[in-house]
C-alpha cells in the first residue's frame, strides 16, 4: 500500500495515497465537477483514461492537466475550476 500524504485542493489540505490519480482522489471527496464548459456547464472525467479532456484541471500551476493521468505526489497542488 502507497503511503499517505499530503496535498492541496482548492486550498484545503487533504492526506491521499500517494500515486493515486487525481480525479480518483477528486472523486473521493465528493467533487464531480472538475470544471466547467465555456456554457457554464459542470464538467468532470468520461473517459478516465486521457481520451476526452473533460477532467482537466490545474496541477502545480500548470493549467489543463488531465487529471485522469497524473498520479498524486506529496506536497502537490491543484485547483478545479467549478465555478
Do not use: K
Not at 486550498?11 to 493515486?20: A, P
Amino acid at each position: 500500500m502507497s503511503a499517505l500524504v499530503e496535498i492541496r485542493i482548492d486550498g484545503e489540505r487533504h492526506q491521499m495515497q500517494e500515486g493515486m490519480p487525481v480525479a480518483v482522489a477528486l472523486l473521493r471527496l465528493g467533487i464531480t465537477a472538475f470544471r466547467v464548459s465555456t456554457e457554464g456547464a459542470p464538467r468532470a472525467p468520461l473517459c478516465g483514461m486521457g481520451t476526452c479532456f473533460e477532467c482537466r484541471v490545474t496541477v502545480n500551476g500548470r493549467a489543463h492537466q488531465r487529471s485522469c493521468l497524473i498520479p498524486i505526489a506529496a506536497g502537490m497542488t491543484i485547483d478545479t475550476a467549478r465555478q
